[in-house]
Each structure stands twice: as C-alpha cells, then as structure tokens.
C-alpha cells in the first residue's frame, strides 16, 4: 500500500508556457500532501504544502502566483507551474501523508522539467 | 533554528563491506525521524523511529534512534551495488498540524564491486 503517482515523468516545454503537474495518492486518502523541488546534488527543499479543500501553505521564498496548487479531493494534488523560465527546470516531488501528524510521508516518482 | 545534520556527506565501500551513516538534529519537540533512499529517482521510505533504542529492521538495514544523544544511525552490514544511492534523514517536530520535515543534506553512498 501507500503508492503515490505523479505525471508527467519528464516534461520539456518552452519559455513561457505553463505546465501542470499532477500527483494521485493510489490507495489511500491524503489528508496532506507536499511539493518538493531539488535541484542536482542538493536535497530536497519543501515549496508547499497543501491540504485538501484549503489554500496551500507556502515556503518563505516560494512564489505562490507562479507556483499555484490545488488539492481538490483527498487522492489529487496539482502543481502548475506558470510562465516558465529556463532557471525553473528542476525536479519536482510531491509527497503525501495519510492520517494524523505522525503519519510516514510516501513519495511520488518524481516529475523532471526542462524549459527551453 | 531546527536543523538535520548528517555525515558522512560521501562514503564509498566494496561490496561486502559494512556501513554506518550517521543523523544528528536539533528540532523543537521532536515527533519522529524518518530515513529514506533515494537513487535516480524520488525517496522511497526505510524507517520511521520514535522511540530511543528500539532497533527498526529492514533485510540487510536497520536503524535505531537515540534521543539522549539525538541522533540516529543506519547501518547496512553486506553492501551490494544496489545499495549506492543517496539516504536521506528528515525529521518531523510536533507541530500542531503542520507536517513538515526538516530534511538533511543526505549522505552518497557508493558501493564498488
């Protein structure tokens, strides 16, 4: 159990466009869910986290009119990321707990964005 | 400020040999610790530990968590190529219902043949 989905896999688009990134939790309800972006070699560093039927809760940093999420049921998150610019190609995961606090967070596969 | 040390940040061993990958935090009212591998792709979740001294087992890991010392260790005894990857310590603080982890930089294991 506990196996989250995100897709795309791999995403390449041009300068400007938008592009919508979606995560599913496959056989539970997430109550949270968190999106993550790491760079090569870094860790992972936390951009938001969302919970379902409320406005996500932003990084300090994080611009949240570039980088908007919805989490509209308790299995779906998005992440759109809106005019993209070469300097947002990265990796971007999203998690997603289920449960109280103290539940363990499963990771999605990952989605890899290149902008032209 | 809360933070999640880990060390080595690299480490490389043949395979047979035995690794122990330290994490150290300073985290206002801890709640767990988490470890997690990541190879070429997103982590994938090895131990949650919450209490001091009660050894979690996984095949060939294991980890076990000491909150007088506030650390933690995972060790894996017989490495195999399979093993190189990325292993990831994250914390989580009680924090009402806020659940974010406070990550470490991850130590790079290779494993030679």
């Known amino acids: 159990g506990a196996v989250v989905s995100q897709h795309p896999s791999r995403v390449i688009c041009k300068s400007g466009t938008s592009v919508k990134i979606e995560c599913r939790s496959l056989?539970?309800?997430?109550?949270?869910m968190f999106w993550y972006r790491q760079f090569p070699k870094q860790s992972l560093m936390l951009m938001a986290t969302?919970?379902?039927?409320?406005?996500?809760?932003?990084e300090q940093g994080v611009e949240k009119d570039k980088f908007l999420i919805n989490h509209a049921s308790l299995t779906l998150s998005t992440l759109t990321v809106t005019s993209a610019h070469p300097e947002d190609s990265s990796f971007y995961i999203c998690?997603?707990?289920?449960?109280?606090?103290?539940?363990?967070?499963?990771f999605g596969p990952g989605t890899r964005l290149l902008v032209l | 400020e809360d933070k999640v040390v880990q060390s080595p940040l690299s480490l490389v061993v043949h395979e047979g040999d035995t690794v122990t990958l330290n994490c150290s935090y300073e985290?206002?009212?801890?709640?767990?610790l988490l470890w997690y591998k990541q190879e070429k792709k997103a982590p994938t979740f090895l131990f949650m530990l919450t209490s001091s001294g009660i050894e979690k087992k996984s095949g060939r890991l294991s980890s076990i968590l000491d909150k007088k010392e506030l650390s933690s260790i995972l060790n894996i005894t017989a490495t195999q190529t399979g093993d190189s990857a990325i292993y990831l310590c994250?914390?989580?603080?009680?924090?009402?219902?806020?659940?974010?982890?406070?990550w470490g930089l991850g130590t790079s294991l290779g494993v030679n043949p």
């Open positions: 994250a914390v989580e603080p009680y924090a009402g219902n806020n659940r974010k982890l406070i």
């Open positions: 056989d539970f309800q997430a109550t949270t």
């Open positions: 998690s997603a707990a289920r449960g109280p606090p103290g539940e363990t967070q499963y």
């Open positions: 985290v206002t009212n801890f709640r767990s």
């Open positions: 969302s919970n379902e039927g409320s406005k996500a809760t932003y």
